[in-house]
């Protein structure tokens, strides 16, 4: 093959070789999880935040089997996934997360004036205590299924779920009016510029939760 012909097939095929090289940069950037970018827009090394990122302990699935031991346990659903790695575990927890808020800001569950959903690996409806004699085996089926109506449109199947009577409000509280409603979903709206961002003090406090548990 001579030396024009060799040029010919340069010319011909930089386009697509400057393609493929675009295309495996973007893939690179695109491999960077959105909680790394998060902390990196703030100054923190990509390195750094992905320490933290990866220090995100497992789910533990036996969670709730152990606490199905509790005394205050009124019904347990679903199961928690098993998610080994730092970036499925956030990931985890930021869908229950936003799959209870979604359920918090629709208010369907006020009915059962329960007194907080709480989020962490699994999702808690807390009943008021003492109240719990008032709830029959289909208002519990009825709670089960609005919850599992938001967590199937976000394409989880068997969500975990505990319904378990406090003493006090935990989590999101139901919404008192309207107005505290519509405040609600304004502060969403905010947080949903960055869904990293649903609840970094949530997220640590899980965090600290399986290490001292």
């Known amino acids: 093959m001579n030396l024009k012909m060799i040029i010919l097939l340069l010319l011909i095929l930089s386009p697509f070789i400057t393609f493929a090289s675009a295309a495996s940069a973007s893939e690179t950037d695109s491999e960077i999880h959105p909680f790394v970018e998060n902390w990196m827009d703030i100054g923190v090394s990509r390195e750094e935040a992905q320490k933290m990122l990866d220090s995100n302990p497992p789910t533990n699935p036996s969670e709730l089997y152990e606490i199905a031991a509790r005394g205050n346990v009124l019904a347990i659903y679903g199961e928690i996934p098993q998610k080994m ?113 649903v609840s970094y003090s949530e997220m640590i406090i899980g965090f600290l939760h399986n290490i001292f548990k």
């Open 85 to 197: 790695s730092g970036a499925d575990s956030y990931d985890w927890f930021m869908t229950v997360n936003e799959i209870v808020f979604s359920i918090a800001e629709s208010g369907e569950l006020n009915e059962y004036n329960h007194i907080g959903l709480g989020a962490g690996n699994f999702m808690t409806i807390a009943i008021e205590e003492g109240r719990e004699a008032d709830l029959t085996d289909d208002d519990l089926e009825a709670m089960r299924a609005i919850v599992y109506k938001y967590a199937e449109a976000s394409n989880v199947e068997n969500f975990p779920l505990v319904i378990q009577t406090e003493t006090i409000p935990i989590g999101y509280e139901m919404p008192l009016d309207q107005d505290e409603a519509n405040q609600n979903k304004t502060n969403q709206n905010e947080i949903n510029r960055d869904k990293t961002a």
